[in-house]
């Protein structure tokens, strides 16, 4: 009933620049938090990134300074950019989302994840 589909990752080398984004899309009555997290190689999921619906954001230190998450309420949509990107960014990248549905109900929705690989 509600569906988050991500784009955006690739290959980039270190230093570059990459832009995801996740847009939901369902049976929408609200969207609260909406998060990227990441999972790399051999290491256990971490959120990355967190924004509220009211804009407020959080971000792990290790990409604190360098990643940017921003949201569209209107089109549902949650981004993040992605700058002077390390090989230790390198991570399949999963957008997460609470839903309040319509008819009632939380969902804690997820995307499918994306890739995103640093490297020369």
């Known amino acids: 009933q509600v569906q988050l589909l991500e784009s955006g990752g690739g290959l980039v080398q270190p230093g570059g620049s990459l832009r995801l984004s996740c847009a939901a899309s369902?049976?929408?009555?609200?969207?609260?938090?909406m998060n990227w997290y990441r999972q790399a190689p051999g290491k256990q999921r971490e959120l990355a990134a967190s924004?509220?619906?009211?804009?407020?954001?959080t971000y792990a230190d290790s990409v604190k300074g360098r990643f940017t998450i921003s949201r569209d309420n209107a089109k549902n949509t949650v981004y993040l950019q992605m700058d002077s990107l390390e090989p230790e960014d390198t991570a399949v990248y999963s957008c997460?989302?609470?839903?309040?549905?319509?008819?009632?109900?939380?969902?804690?929705?997820w995307g499918q994840g994306t890739l995103v690989t640093v490297s020369e």
């Open positions: 924004i509220t619906s009211g804009g407020t954001t």
């Open positions: 369902g049976r929408i009555f609200a969207i609260t938090n």
């Open positions: 997460n989302a609470g839903v309040l549905v319509l008819g009632g109900g939380l969902l804690d929705a």
